[in-house]
């Protein structure tokens, strides 16, 4: 970046932090893991076109927030934007919109290449709505392309937000300022202020954009934005005191593989590789924990470990999973506030039964959806979901109790409950950790209670993991050996075979193997191989 030309903006906003003493950020043009390990991170990046993110823990206020400061080009004149605006829209009135975000991009560059005339004179923008073409100065011409795309394309106020690709939630507070989780650096404090007035039109706006009516009288709504994030509002000042809010809950476009939570420290390799022994014989799973403990991230990357050829169908509220297997069938719910139209969870679970899944993935299970869960379970119909529980007794209080009601001595057709949790590591910054994997082996009839195992546990005065289970879990012994119709005396194998497969997913992160379908691309060659040549071919 160093030989690029700094854009007059940037370059303005790091000569004012010289001005005021303030230290100079790093330039980077992609964050890495090795900046994630920074204590006080100080550096900028871009996030497209014209764009910056300047992320500064080097300076940390009372509030105890590191800032994220949005970096914009300059605001554009008001009488130029405007004109522009109208032209623009009388112009292209008979014309039919290009049906691609490229296409209208391009029809945007052209349009302002062609009216518009650069000089390097400072003007003053006023009477042109009668130009055939109009003066602009070169530095607000690239000020106004930005601004104006933003504006007819993208979704104004947030478009830096959701263009920033290390993003995982976006609060607007009302008056309170806005927020961020940053997929690096944890939660961070916006700098740019937003007044009350702003975001409300903002958002109604928006979500006329998308097909919902806000206001005072519905002032809540839920929708999903087009790149696939969820968004929640909470209009008015009357239930909101602080003024309108916002959550938005970001869609990665490339979900995050297992090699790259091994790299994170989320999971260990070899909790990795027992849970990929299990999942590709077709075990069921649920990953547990509390909001924001990254369980939706931890379910996608453990997909990868199913058999690539088998037929998956996953049902979901909203679309969040992302598969990278060919024979998947991914479903949503709708709700249109009609009962003869709305299709439930618990009705996709149902049909899904008649697809002859091998496999089904429920995004989330909250209610009564879950009884098909476990009933899927009795028919052979393995299962993997999310689950809001801290721990395997307090998942079983939440199934057996009101609105589940799953009778307790059905709970272990479930193989396995991962819990994960987010926990202040060492750095002082919000960290993932799988904080334990248990194998459910039984119910106790005598003690009303659901057996179940830790095989994997963490130690957070060490931040590893312990394994009790080699020699000792019952799903290798009364499940792996019966279905690959081994001995009891071959048990051992299994746990070569799972140090194997440690040893694959190793190499994969020594040879910076992250993608995640190139990842599942070499899973599913081990597993196409068989793991002993795999490793053999690759060298392991």
């Known amino acids: 970046m160093a030989q690029e030309k700094i854009p007059y903006h940037l370059s303005s906003y790091l000569n004012e932090i010289k001005k005021n003493g ?25 996030i497209g076109n014209l764009a910056y993110i300047h992320i500064d823990a080097s300076n940390v206020t009372g509030d105890m927030y590191p800032k994220y400061n949005i970096i914009l080009p300059r605001p554009v004149d008001d009488y130029l934007f405007e004109a522009i605006e109208k032209k623009f829209a009388k112009d292209n009135a008979e014309n039919q919109p290009p049906p691609t975000e490229k296409e209208k991009l391009a029809l945007i560059d052209q349009y302002l290449d062609k009216i518009c005339k650069l000089t390097n004179e400072n003007l003053t923008y006023k009477n042109l709505e009668k130009a055939s073409s109009i003066s602009v100065n070169v530095n607000d011409f690239q000020s106004l392309k930005y601004y104006f795309k933003r504006k007819r ?17 976006i609060s607007m507070v009302g008056e309170g300022g806005s927020f961020v989780v940053h997929k690096m650096f944890g939660p961070l404090r916006v700098t740019q202020k937003l007044n009350n007035t702003e975001v409300e039109q903002m958002l109604v706006t928006m979500a006329e954009q998308f097909g919902k009516s806000i206001s005072n009288a519905q002032p809540v709504i839920d929708a999903r934005l087009p790149d696939g994030s969820r968004i929640n509002i909470v209009f008015g000042e009357d239930i909101s005191i602080r003024g309108t809010n916002l959550t938005i809950r970001r869609f990665a476009g490339i979900p995050i593989s297992i090699t ?31 909001t924001a403990s990254g369980k939706t991230t931890t379910l996608t990357a453990v997909t990868s470990f199913i058999n690539p050829i088998l ?20 479903e949503v719910t709708r709700d249109t506030g009609n009962v003869k139209s709305t299709i439930s969870m618990q009705d996709l679970l149902k049909a899904s039964l ?17 009884s098909v869960a476990f009933q899927a379970m009795q028919t052979g119909h393995p299962v993997m979901s999310t689950f809001h529980a801290g721990s395997v007794d307090s998942l079983t209080q939440r199934l057996v109790n009101d609105p589940i009601n799953i009778p307790k001595s059905n709970i272990d057709n479930l193989n396995i409950v991962l819990i994960q949790g987010a926990v202040t590591g060492k750095s002082g910054r919000l960290e993932r950790r799988v904080l334990s994997i248990n194998e459910i082996t039984g119910f ?71 993608n995640y379908y190139e ?22």
């Not at 100079?24 to 990046?45: A, E, F, G, I, Q």
């Not at 790259?260 to 924990?289: E, H, K, P, R």
């Not at 691309?521 to 196409?528: D, G, H, I, R, S």
């Open 22 to 46: 303030g230290m100079s950020p790093r330039h980077v043009k992609k964050l890495t893991d090795d900046d994630r390990k920074l204590s006080s991170p100080n550096l900028v990046y871009p």
């Open 260 to 290: 790259q939570l091994i790299n994170y420290g989320t999971i260990d390799a070899q909790s990795a590789a027992y849970l990929w022994m299990l999942l590709n014989q077709g075990m069921s799973m649920f990953v547990c924990g509390e």
């Open 354 to 370: 008649r697809q002859r899944p091998n496999y089904i993935i429920v995004g989330e299970i909250r209610g009564v959806e879950a």
């Open 153 to 169: 394309i993208g979704l104004d106020l947030l478009e830096p937000y959701l263009t920033d690709p290390y993003l995982e939630d």
């Open 444 to 514: 106790d009839g005598n003690a009303n209670s659901v057996i179940f195992s830790p095989i994997f546990s963490w130690d957070p005065e060490t931040d590893t993991v312990n394994f009790t289970g080699r020699g000792t879990s019952s799903l290798f012994k009364d499940k792996l050996l019966m279905m690959r119709g081994m001995s009891a005396n071959d048990e051992i194998k299994l746990y070569d075979e799972m140090d194997q497969r440690m040893d694959i997913l190793n190499h994969l992160i020594e040879k910076k193997v992250f």
């Open 311 to 330: 037929k998956i169908v996953s049902i979901e509220d909203t679309p969040e999973i992302t598969l990278p297997h060919k024979n998947w069938a991914n």
């Open 519 to 540: 990842v599942f691309e070499q899973l599913a060659m081990a597993n196409e191989m068989g793991i002993e040549e795999y490793v053999r071919k690759v060298g392991i």
